[in-house]
């Protein structure tokens, strides 16, 4: 008999994700796994057992002091793995807002003084402790929303100092969050300021002297580029990609997000791990990415709040063969922390159904950021997952305010205490 520390019991349903192809597409995004009336136990910060709440008393007792929790009726579902943000970074940009309404473009913006390079300027300002400080509070945030795996990319340093500085951050984050972080170097967010004239030379300077110190420190997982008219072009992001595969680095781009830059064809093309954003990527752009196996990381909530008069292509991935995963994309320009919103607007917005929203935010993402052993509820994978009152999953991006009642992260509950603070 199993002898656990923590046993959720009285549910409507246990989604647990856990059976069929890694990443899941087409037809298989909506196969959820669900059981109905179910329960599950926790060992050693790992599932330990779940299924049918009925077989649950003759399998699992609950060790002394251990916790039985009632789910009144409520769901299980995995934590959620946010599969593309910016959320290492310093201050804000809320200044820009009015200047956005009223139709000044992102160039004006940023001759006013805003736009990404803004946050670059206090970003290189900020000493560790205020970005330690800032960033745990943005993740200890996004944890109360049900996220216990996050991507968080580099990018508003661009230069080679402060860019490794920020991915040394990651692990300090990690530990100081409880939560499980993946590090990708996005050095090629933009064009660093005292390159603007000369964007070559920038890009040898990664080639040649960052990617090679990130990949020795081992302080990230992927690379990632923003292939755009005014940030970096195919070929320049070919070359800093390339140079990150030699080194041993998955890859990822910033693909097709304002225009059809070519993004998504060089992402297949080098069968990246992942394209993002995809916004104006088109029918043969997305058959190449199923026939590549790259994943599209759509960011619902990006569109509304920067495009929109355009849609994430959700519907038209998934009919099309290729994996969807999804992501806040949290950043000073698109401030978004939880999960559940993206599940809502990546239904009502980018057509997913819940189902497939759910798997997008789970199996799919991690897939993305390459945690394999995340976004299920299985037995011997770490106990992450969250407790909804919701009456079944479905009700995940049917309803736009969805809030867990309890966040565990390794069978340890995101304690209430830490709830009031970061919602």
Known sequence: MIAAELVVTNLAEVVTLAEGPTPRVGEAMGHLGRIPGGAL????GRVAWVGPERALGREVRLRSGGERVDGQEGIVVPGFVDAHTHALFAGDRAFELPLKVAGATYAEVARRGGGLYATVRATRRASEEDLLDQTAARLGRAAAWGSTSLEVKSGY???HDGELRLLRLVPRLARRTGLRLVATYLGAHAVAPEYRRRPDAYVDRI?????PAVAREHLADFCDVFCEPGFFTPAQSERILRAAMALGLGVKVHADEFVLSGGA???ARLKARSAEHLLASTVADRSRLARAGVTAV???????ASSPSRRSPGREMVDAGVPVALGTDCSPNSWVEGMPLVLAH???GARLTPAEALTAATVNAAHAVGLEDAGTIDVGRPADFSLFALPSADHLGYRFDAIPTRVYRQGKRVSSAELRQYI
């Open 298 to 304: 759509l960011l619902p909530l990006t569109a509304f």
């Open 157 to 159: 340093a661009l230069d």
């Open 265 to 267: 064809r060089l992402a």
């Open 346 to 348: 990546a239904v009502h």
């Open 41 to 44: 136990a926790v060992a050693g």
């Open 207 to 211: 080639v040649r002297r960052t990617l």
